[in-house]
């Protein structure tokens, strides 16, 4: 039921035209950053773990609303669980991501645009960095999408609010009181990451970090699946 309904859900994305501009201009982005070369590896795949997480955003939104509210309502009414159906949308904006994550992290290497080929630190870096900014995007589009918060000009100044918040983390926190530090646990921690995949040296602090990212995202999809589910409304 779950992966049919990914591919299904998949299949509407790309058919429609919202793919088509976040997609060309991450890849637009991605050439421009490697349109020189010797690039240095970390600071490199930093810089597109970054724009991964905000492109994330902004494709998670266009998976969860490709397709038409009318035929959304039906596919939900005609699912055996409704639960299924939600979790196959994170699935869907996360197997996007996924595509571009492998594509921007594969491209520097095969056009040789590195100065020296990664060593395994920093592949599994890459690989950890991406992912995980990647699934806590899709995550974040999830719970601020039109069928959760109903007026789209409120989900997407929260969206937008969230994703630099989750950018400016470390330079937040540093501005609070002390006794108001715990917020760094609200964040999600974006701009650790980026800091960590810059250090050669930091595999673990990566692993780490991009745990606690993916522990964040799943507790937001969540949320998002339960509080969905107990709608009674589909058309909602």
Known sequence: MIKSTVIYLLRTYFRSSSYF???????????????????????????????????????????????????????????????????????????????????????????????????????????????????????LALLTQRSF?????????????????????TQLISLLPENMKCISWILPPVLPIIQSMIQSDSVASVLVLSGFATVYAIILASCYIYFSSRKNDVML
Not at 76 to 102: D, G, Q
Not at 149 to 160: A, F, S, V
């Open 21 to 139: 501009l976040p997609c060309f201009l991450y890849f637009l982005l991605t050439v421009l950053i490697y349109s020189y070369k010797p690039n240095p590896i970390a600071d490199s795949y930093s810089v597109t773990a970054a724009f991964l997480f905000f492109f994330s955003c902004w494709i998670g939104r266009g998976v969860y609303h490709a397709e038409n509210p009318d035929q959304r309502a039906i596919t939900i009414t005609h699912s055996r669980n409704k639960w299924k159906f939600y979790l196959s949308e994170w699935f869907s904006a996360i197997a996007v991501t996924f595509i571009l994550a492998v594509v921007t992290i594969l491209f520097p290497v095969l056009m040789n645009m590195f100065e020296r080929f990664p060593d395994r630190g920093e592949w599994i870096t890459a690989l950890v960095g991406h992912f995980s900014l990647g699934i806590l995007g899709s995550s």
């Open 149 to 169: 918060i109903h007026k789209t000009i409120y989900g997407l100044n929260l969206l937008l609010i969230w994703s630099l918040a989750a950018l400016l983390h």
